[in-house]
């Protein structure tokens, strides 16, 4: 079987505005995330990036409130230099992933403006209108994520539109063809400009109740976090979203990218989803495909814990339909910092475990340097959920890219930045260059080899179960004559371990100890993962 790139590849997501800031406005931007080009690609070493939006927007979301689906903000650039960013990738063998929200646009965006002109208007059904009830209260009690109602009272036309996120970020009517039509010609005005593929925004909020049905609230709801909104965790969320109808959609979305380009094309969903039955449904099946890659987020929560480590992997795999490529994530634009979810030995032998565990992995600028998350005070506070719902916020995950112990981190020239630059000292892609044992120098390390090991790349994945117990996780990636062993010892203790004979080990993250008389008995430092090969690798 022959393995596309989206398989054997690592990702590396980027968010524009936080990346490099190349004009000197305090705002990341398409010419800066060009800069960097060589960073990624040969530097670090991965193989594809994905591009949170830059499209044309109001900002109130930080892009994913869309006002024009086919050019770029004048803020990150313009369509010429997104031509020249995605040429100078494809010179470097990089794949470029573009966000694609079709959940929702601005409402600023045309096709919302006109829609909310009249009743009549053509574009009315192509989002979410709906009378008040007797009372003049929403039609339903679905919420927003970021807090409050889900629908926002028209005055000139009398009626409530929904939104599942800020008020600003009208929700379509996907049951309308007309929309589906108009957001896949979206698609292929970007396939023809040659990107790799699109990470899919909320795909599995476009389809919701055809009867509008109330959500069950959910009894072991948290309280409200804000006194004036209802706690989003307060109703269960079942008709609000994920209505099975979103499964034709995405089919569709695939037959269109299977047979735009050799299938070559790679589509993922974001899908917040932690049952794995259900994240599998959209894989769709052998005959009707849907997502490449459904994200797995579940790492996301993992704790520093052996047991919970591999239940997790192993009922993911177990879950996985015939075909079904897995992935993993362990930070996004959306959540806490990983550096700041675990100390810093367990983030190396996290580090070390997302780039060996079998799938594609998707890393979030920064992560390979340790960035923390910040604290944003109140006054600074960008995120529109954060202000609105305090404690949210997802700011502390955004701030520029820290470069060099020089201002601004080497971020920007400008007098100052969108969010304040978190560490200016200490955590940088320079110094961690010249230290020998960095994080960075871990994560250029462990890519390496990763590129060079069909184990890693494409291997099958198995728990050695023999060495495995409550403290330790052992396992193996194996195809044809090559096989790698991962150990991670989860304990606060060194351990001493008797292995069959090995040829050779590869990485580890607590010491330098690379000695080969020191592999077939060999001592773990706490908290330490090591990554060995069997055979000696070319
Ligand atoms: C997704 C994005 C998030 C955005 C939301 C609404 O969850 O990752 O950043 O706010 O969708 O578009």
């Not at 409200?224 to 569709?252: M, N």
């Not at 990763?450 to 099958?460: F, N, P």
């Not at 090995?502 to 100890?513: E, G, H, N, P, V």
Request: aromatic share 14%.
């Amino acid at each position: 079987m022959k393995f596309k790139w989206w398989q054997t590849g690592v990702i590396y997501q980027i968010y524009p505005r936080s990346f490099m800031d190349a004009n000197g406005d305090g705002i990341g931007d398409l010419q800066g995330v060009i800069n960097r080009l060589d960073y990624l690609a040969h530097t670090l070493g991965v193989d594809a990036i994905w591009l949170s939006p830059f499209y044309p927007s109001p900002m109130v979301d930080f892009g994913y409130d869309v006002s024009n689906y086919v050019d770029v903000d004048p803020m990150f650039g313009d369509l010429a230099i997104f031509d020249e960013l995605l040429n100078k990738a494809h010179a470097l063998n990089l794949k470029v992933i573009i966000d694609f929200v079709p959940n929702h646009c601005s409402d600023q965006h045309p096709w919302f403006l006109e829609s909310r002109q009249s009743k009549d208007n053509p574009k009315r059904d192509w989002f979410i209108w709906k009378d008040a009830k007797p009372d003049g209260s929403p039609p339903n009690n679905w919420l927003s994520v970021f807090g409050g109602s889900a629908w926002e009272w028209d005055e000139h036309t009398q009626q409530y539109y929904l939104h599942k996120f800020v008020k600003e970020q009208a929700d379509f009517n996907w049951r309308n063809p007309e929309v589906k039509a108009a957001m896949f010609e979206v698609i292929r005005f970007w396939l023809n400009r040659k990107v790799d593929g699109f990470r899919i925004d909320v795909a599995h909020f476009i389809l919701k109740d055809p009867d509008f049905r109330d959500n069950p609230l959910n009894e072991n709801g948290e309280t409200p976090l804000h006194k004036d909104f209802k706690d989003y965790d307060s109703q269960i969320h079942i008709h609000d979203k994920g209505h099975q109808d979103v499964h034709e959609v995405y089919a569709d979305l695939r037959t269109m990218l299977d047979n735009f380009d050799e299938k070559e094309k790679v589509s993922i969903g974001e899908i917040h989803v932690f049952d794995f039955d259900l994240l599998s449904s959209y894989y769709g099946s052998v005959e009707r495909k849907e997502f490449h890659l459904p994200f797995n987020f579940t790492l996301l929560g993992l704790p520093w814990d052996a047991t919970k480590a591999r239940h997790l992997v192993e009922s993911y795999e177990a879950s996985l339909p015939k075909n079904a490529w897995p992935n993993y994530v362990m930070g996004n634009h959306d959540e806490k910092r990983m550096a700041s979810r675990f100390e810093k030995d367990e983030l190396r032998a996290m580090s070390l475990m997302l780039l060996t565990l079998r799938g594609t992995p998707t890393l979030y600028y920064g992560d390979e340097i340790g960035m923390l998350e910040a604290e944003i005070p109140l006054d600074k506070m960008q995120d529109p959920w954060g202000i609105n719902v305090p404690g949210l916020g997802r700011d502390g995950c955004r701030t520029p890219m820290q470069w060099t112990n020089a201002k601004h981190a080497g971020f920007s020239e400008g007098a100052s930045t969108w969010l304040p630059v978190f560490d200016e000292q200490n955590i940088n892609v320079k110094d961690q260059l010249e230290e020998e044992d960095s994080l960075l120098n871990l994560y250029r390390k462990l890519l390496k080899i990763r590129r060079s090991s069909d184990a890693l790349k494409c291997g099958a994945f198995e728990t050695l179960n023999a060495y495995t117990n409550d403290q330790f996780w052992f396992y193996r990636r194996f195809v044809d004559q090559e096989e790698c062993w991962i150990l991670i010892n989860f304990s606060k203790e060194k351990k001493k371990i008797n292995l069959p004979s090995f040829a050779q080990i590869l990485c580890r993250t607590q010491s330098d100890d690379m000695s080969k008389e020191a592999i077939q008995s060999l001592t773990l430092e706490a908290k330490e993962a090591i990554l060995l090969a069997k055979n000696p690798m070319t």
